[in-house]
């Protein structure tokens, strides 16, 4: 491809196998990914990520390197989100819809009840990266659908139009998704997940929480982030009473040195990127 066709259809260029990489906020989810590889090379990985080092070696992690500094923080907030999910699987949630689910691997890596029906929303180039890189096509298959969408756009109608039922109990999950959005989109989000909630469902969040204060240099971060053109545009101060105005009823809420006992990760403590309130939530729908 010349560069002047390269101009054309903008964002990065191809890589050397020919396949269109992740452009923008969607590149976030190969740092995710970056963050996963090395928690799941540590002997004492607290989650096992067969899939993520592809991702990595696919682009290179020279655009991401700056979300190393939150490889421990990921590496949590990962397993936290594992077990919730899991649990709501099999406390009954028979659907699982992860909102930007980036190179989230959980539908092939977890060990889901059967039955158990995993939605995957993410922006078009990103769900076709991912596949292309697994080998797979973005065709349902083995319990797990790839719904392309703009998630602050009218995504409710892609997912049933994939199969979702909103009358069955579902698990949400909105991790590293949020802060990049608005405020108002997240409002317009969660109202939306609200609308397509059976009772008993669940919902796993991530906000950036402006109280939280960081401990390691978080410079490369916002270079990286301003290189990409992907800011964080909203933070919340009240994760919980946001989600309790929307309907839910937070269930855990665990403050950053909760999640870092929680999960043995005491040592990492001295290293860790934030202190005090996390921005991590799961809750139920009670009606
Ligand atoms: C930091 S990554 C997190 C990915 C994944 N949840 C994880 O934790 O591994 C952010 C993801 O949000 C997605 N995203 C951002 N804005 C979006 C939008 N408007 N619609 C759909 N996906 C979006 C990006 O494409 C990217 O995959």
Known sequence: MGELDQARLGGAPPHGDGRRLPEGVGLTAVGVALA?????????????????????????????????????????????????????????????????????????????????????????????????????????????????????????????????SPQAPTAWLAEGLLPYLTETDNDRLVDRVGELSALGSRFGIEVVNPTTTYRGDVSGFKRMQSSINAPWRSTQPDPSGWLVRHGWRPADAPTMEELHLRYGREAFLDERTGTGAGGLVTAVREG
Do not use: H
């Not at 990985?45 to 080092?53: E, G, H, S, T, V």
């Open 36 to 164: 996963r590889a090395r928690e799941s090379a540590r002997d004492d990985r607290l989650f096992d990520d067969p899939y993520a080092k592809a991702f990595v070696d696919a682009v290179g992690d020279e655009t991401v390197a700056g979300m190393k500094i939150f490889g421990g923080y990921i590496a949590l907030r990962t397993a936290l989100f594992d077990d919730y999910l899991l649990a709501a699987a099999r406390g009954g949630c028979s659907q699982v819809v992860i909102l930007a689910a980036g190179l989230d691997t959980r539908a092939l890596r977890l060990d889901w009840p059967a039955g158990t029906r995993v939605f995957e929303i993410d922006l078009p180039d990103v769900l076709a990266f991912k596949y292309d890189v697994l080998g797979e096509s973005t065709e349902p298959t083995r319990g797990r659908t790839a719904v392309p969408a703009d998630l602050r756009e009218d995504w409710g109608a892609a997912l049933t139009a994939a199969g979702f």
